[in-house]
Antibody
Framework: QVQLVESGGGLVKPGGSLRLSCAAS????????MSWIRQAPGKGLEWVSY????????YYADSVKGRFTISRDNAKNSLYLQMNSLRAEDTAVYYC?????????WGQGTMVTVSS | QSALTQPASVSGSPGQSITISCTGT?????????VSWYQQHPGKAPKLMIY???KRPSGVSNRFSGSKSGNTASLTISGLQAEDEADYYC??????????FGGGTKLTVL
């Protein structure tokens, strides 16, 4: 079945780094744009980053620009988010989602906690 | 870009209809037919309920409908059921590969 599974979350100190992964299955990954969306505890959804099917177009929210890097490996059906210089305000559940005019498929999310 | 504006909460009794508004600008909601709505139950991932303003994905009840007028999109849920109690988020494409979510609306079924 169509599925996205995130991994890589955890507890990290301010200023630290973390790499999130999202494994896709059940569809032709290379045909779709993909995104990372986050949700801070008790808060709403925030569109963090976005990558085109080929990887040639990339977007970052201002809140993460210069610190986060999105990438994908179509041969491995995988999406990544490299997060550097992490701050307390980056604490959130991070979801990967497939974009096809809307976010039609979501992963279960992975929790990232930035705290000393 | 600023978040789309949604009411913080709405409520209704079983069987009633409710409407959740989502107000943006001429740069997002008003410019693109790419407004989508998501339902999120506590501790769960969001689920797509409406896309392209008014289309329902396969498997979504026809009690859910969407519309748009100018810079405001709306989600209507008819025949409210207890399981509809959840948070609802709108989202709009905003051009240049960017997008923006609404702040979310908590629906309480009384």
């Amino acid at each position: 079945q169509v599925q996205l599974v995130e991994s890589g979350g955890g507890l990290v100190k301010p200023g630290g780094s973390l790499r999130l992964s999202c494994a896709a299955s059940g569809f032709t990954f290379s045909d779709y744009y993909m995104s990372w969306i986050r949700q801070a505890p008790g808060k709403g959804l925030e569109w963090v980053s976005y990558i085109s099917s080929s990887g040639s177009t990339i977007y970052y929210a201002d809140s993460v620009k210069g610190r986060f890097t999105i990438s994908r490996d179509n041969a491995k059906n995988s999406l990544y988010l490299q997060m550097n210089s992490l701050r307390a305000e980056d604490t959130a559940v991070y979801y990967c989602a497939r974009w096809y005019g809307a976010f039609d498929i979501w992963g279960q999310g992975t929790m990232v906690t930035v705290s000393s | 870009q600023s978040a789309l504006t949604q009411p913080a909460s709405v409520s209704g009794s079983p069987g009633q209809s409710i409407t959740i508004s989502c107000t943006g600008t001429s740069s997002d909601v008003g410019s693109y037919n790419l407004v989508s709505w998501y339902q999120q139950h506590p501790g769960k991932a969001p689920k797509l309920m409406i896309y392209e303003g008014s289309k329902r994905p396969s498997g979504v009840s026809n009690r859910f409908s969407g519309s748009k007028s100018g810079n405001t999109a709306s989600l209507t849920i008819s025949g409210l059921q207890a399981e509809d109690e959840a948070d609802y988020y709108c989202c709009s494409y905003a051009g240049s590969s960017t997008g923006v979510f609404g702040g979310g609306t908590k629906l309480t079924v009384l």
